[in-house]
């Protein structure tokens, strides 16, 4: 019987790879639950295995609890403390006394019962392990190969541990078989019944990032800096790079000789094509390098709306924006700037149409005609709060005015700027934002109200808006912009997950 616990406990531990405490410790708790079943009784049973030679030893149990326990005393298995003193003088409240008991037969229902145990505690090993081991790398890239595909799913292994590469984040068309290796991102660890699962991505930004990291070595040790990525996944992609030595040639180093550096990124990728570019300080050279192949002959920067009007010859104008958009939405996600491709033409007709806007725009508030609004919009004053704050003399260098004149104009601006922020605070204490758009995180009672007082009242409104609709109120930039609209969604993405 001592043989059968020490092959036992052998051959488990070398079968699951599982330390043999843990095997004794579930053996152990096999015979006790044996014992229990044996005496009829719920009683507390210990059983404690020698485990160099496999002997055992069992004894009964009663936890020892204070005198003044107000709970009932459960009689099989507790004690109270002055009962346990008359055994045992030096016993305290939640020791144990234990008497020698009848140890049973390890026989076939106790190995049984063990082998449960045992499983069980190989599959809490097993959860904690690959929690330790893969929790501190989500973000990494990893490799694996393809075991087999479920429900357009793919079943990764990753080296004895199983990961799920959902369908939604496997490249299109890639066409994946069993026996394929393949790099992916650790996306996250989800918690399913069976315990965490390491779910893959192979559609990520970052993917096409850390595989130039692999691949040029000079971006491994930092000569050459990989700063943004950007993917239309099995089509194309574009890098952003920077070399952080005058030598280097940060575009020439990533593509390789004839290519190869390039070429090895883009099979990995099942064959997307990968333009990069160089990284400049200047954000219009930026966007004129990300657009390349297409040449720009202007460009327009809007640094308020972060926004850029880039001008193309009619003949470069589909090169710019390339098929369905992509250049372009790549151009723009790599450098982070929203762009629009426009030609001559249009660009003229958009300035003309925003004097238009502005001028009309001026006449309306300072009540002053056609050509006094032309000079003021030729010499650069846009708005009322340009007009009313910027240095006197500046106004008064616009040749065509005389200071009677000016001050007046001055005057009219400050009147309807200040008209205008009581109108603003009127609107404000009208508009009732939603009690949950009042609670929101990251939510304030001024930008409540606000919100309001353009029709967004409640989180579901806000939900709904695009950044670009909400980025021109006052106080709210494009970063809180996008922070407040991904937290208004978030019930959304809570509800598909449950799903």
């Known amino acids: 019987m001592a043989n059968e616990i020490l092959l036992m406990a052998e051959v488990l531990s070398s079968e699951k790879n599982v330390d043999k405490q843990v095997i004794f410790e579930a053996i152990e708790a096999a015979l006790s639950t044996a014992t229990r079943k044996r005496n009829r009784e719920d009683i507390g049973v210990r059983v404690a295995i020698e485990q160099t030679t496999g002997e055992y030893e069992s004894f009964r149990q009663w936890e020892v609890i204070a005198d003044d326990e107000e709970e009932e005393i459960v009689l099989d298995r507790q004690i109270y403390l002055k009962d346990a003193k008359e055994k045992e003088p030096n016993i305290e409240v939640g020791g144990f006394i234990e008497e020698p008991l009848e140890k049973v037969e390890f026989g076939r229902i106790a190995a049984q019962a063990a082998k449960q145990v045992i499983m069980q505690k190989v599959r809490e090993a097993e959860r904690e392990r690959i929690s330790l081991e893969y929790e501190p790398r989500i973000g990494e890239m990893i490799s694996g190969v393809v075991k087999r595909m479920e429900r357009g799913d793919a079943i990764i292994d990753l080296g004895g541990v199983e990961a799920l590469l959902p369908k939604a984040k496997m490249i299109p068309r890639e066409g994946l078989r069993i026996g394929d290796r393949i790099r992916c991102i650790l996306l996250e660890l989800r918690e399913v019944t069976r315990g965490p699962q390491i779910v893959l991505d192979r559609i990520s930004s970052d993917l096409v990032l850390q595989l130039f990291q692999l691949e040029v070595p000079e971006a491994g040790n930092g000569v050459i800096e990989i700063l943004s990525a950007a993917r239309d996944p099995g089509l194309r992609a574009k890098i952003a790079v920077r070399s952080n030595d005058s030598k280097i040639d940060p575009v020439g180093a990533c593509v390789g000789i004839r290519g190869s550096r390039v070429q090895s990124v883009s099979n990995e990728i099942a064959g997307e094509r990968v333009d990069i570019t160089k990284w400049a300080d200047d954000p219009a050279q930026f966007v004129i390098n990300a657009l390349s192949p297409a040449e720009v002959e202007s460009i327009l920067v809007d640094e308020d709306n972060h926004l850029m009007d880039v001008v ?115 609107l404000l204490k009208a508009a009732k934002p939603a009690e949950d758009l009042l609670t929101m995180d990251g939510m304030d009672e001024y930008t409540a109200h606000l919100l309001a007082s353009e029709g967004i009242t409640t989180m579901e409104d806000l939900a709904e808006c695009a950044v670009d609709e909400i980025i021109d109120f006052e106080g709210i930039d494009r970063e809180r912009a996008e922070t407040l609209i991904m937290t208004a969604r978030a019930p959304w993405f809570a509800e598909a997950e449950g799903e």
Do not use: C, H
């Open 312 to 426: 193309v010859d009619e003949s470069q104008l589909s090169q710019a924006i390339g098929r369905g958009g992509q250049n372009v939405r790549l151009a723009s996600e790599v450098t982070g700037w929203e762009i629009n491709i426009l030609t001559a033409d249009q660009a003229d007709e958009k300035v003309a149409n925003e004097s238009q806007e502005m001028l009309e725009d001026l006449m309306k508030k300072l009540d002053i005609d056609k050509d006094v609004a032309a000079i003021l919009i030729q010499e650069g004053f846009f708005t009322l709060e340009e007009l009313a704050y910027v240095p006197k003399a500046e106004v008064l260098a616009i040749e065509e005015f005389d200071e009677d004149l000016v001050d007046e104009l001055r005057k009219r601006a400050e009147d309807a700027l200040v008209t205008q922020a009581i109108l603003r605070e009127e």
